[in-house]
């Protein structure tokens, strides 16, 4: 203070700490400068003395959080890459003996020929369609990996083309096993318009892909299969979307299983598949601030039902285009 008193110097946010009657340290922040009086020739020291105590705690509080994220970050950083390289290990070191072990066992058979008993080609087979198996699990597994730590591109996604994209693709592989098996498949879609949302588009065609070609594939059993797509914006702005088919359904009491790794709630013989890509599915919404349930009852149908935030509105965003 003799700076400001004598030489006219000023004093910004000085922090001191006082120690109180009842043995408390305090810290105060101290502001002083020079004022001159109005029609006077004198002048005052205008002094402010606060307590900051509170303040400087929460302050300390916050860089040891922040300490404690960075942390945190460059754990979940080392765990990235340690499954970057597992999901180098899995596709290069795993996939080479299954090429190798299908790859023989069909060339065994072709050699074989006609010397092969039943049994013989039967083992052989079995060999060949289990590798084929492995080797679709293992695919899966490293999509549902890279869904859960690749980079996310937001953009204005046009929900309805997904859909129509989706549907043509897998129209056109159900026209494909037709020619293979001469079997005719009825599908019959009801979507209704859907909207604009700002989201990752190569992650939400997973999302459309599992969904719907989990409809289709569940509803073989029914001439002609339905399948339903639903929009609904909630109350405060939330995004609704509803996928139902009327195919084989599901107990519900095994509905927790649904949406795990590996899980399965039909057998692989029935209808065939790695039970990943309802995994998936939630892994992509979860990153999206979403989550997705279902509703279905044995020999039913099933109801997938999913939820965007209200953030993702493109047209709030002035995203859409």
Do not use: C
């Not at 020619?179 to 588009?201: M, N």
């Amino acid at each position: 203070l003799t700076d400001v008193l004598l030489r006219g110097r000023e004093l910004w946010d000085y922090e001191h700490e006082q120690r109180t009657a009842d043995e408390q340290v305090r810290t105060m922040l101290i502001n002083a400068r020079r004022m001159p009086l109005p029609d006077k020739d004198d002048e005052v020291v205008l002094m402010t003395v606060s307590d900051v105590t509170v303040q400087r705690a929460v302050q300390q509080r916050v860089e040891e959080l922040n300490r404690q994220l960075e942390g945190k970050v460059e754990q979940v950083s080392e765990v990235n890459r340690e499954l970057e390289a597992f999901s180098y290990s899995v596709s290069h070191d795993l996939r080479a003996p299954l090429r190798h072990i299908g790859g023989f066992s069909d060339k065994l058979a072709r050699h074989l020929g006609e010397q092969a008993d039943e049994k013989s080609l039967h083992y052989l087979g079995v060999i060949s369609n289990s590798a084929k198996r492995m080797a679709a699990l293992i695919d899966d597994l490293l999509v549902y990996s890279r869904l859960g730590r690749a980079a996310m591109r937001m953009q204005a996604v046009d929900m309805q083309s997904l859909v129509a994209d989706t549907r043509a693709m897998l129209d056109a592989n159900l026209q494909s096993e037709a020619e293979e098996t001469g079997v005719h498949r009825q599908v019959e879609w009801k979507v209704a318009p859907l909207p604009i949302l700002v989201s990752d588009e190569n992650m939400m065609r997973q999302v459309w892909l599992n969904l719907l070609g989990n409809a289709i594939k569940y509803s073989s059993n029914r001439d002609p299969a339905r399948i339903e797509v639903d929009y609904q914006q909630q109350a405060d702005g939330g995004h609704l979307f509803t996928v139902r088919d009327n195919g084989a359904g599901f107990d519900m009491a095994y509905a927790g299983k649904l949406f795990g790794v590996f899980q399965r709630l039909h057998k692989a013989s029935d209808y065939p598949g790695t039970g990943i890509g309802l995994a998936s599915v939630r892994r992509v919404l979860t990153r999206h601030g979403g989550r997705i349930w279902a509703e279905s009852a044995v020999d039913a149908g099933a109801t997938f039902h999913f939820l965007l935030p209200p953030a993702l509105d493109a047209i709030n965003k002035g995203s859409a285009a």
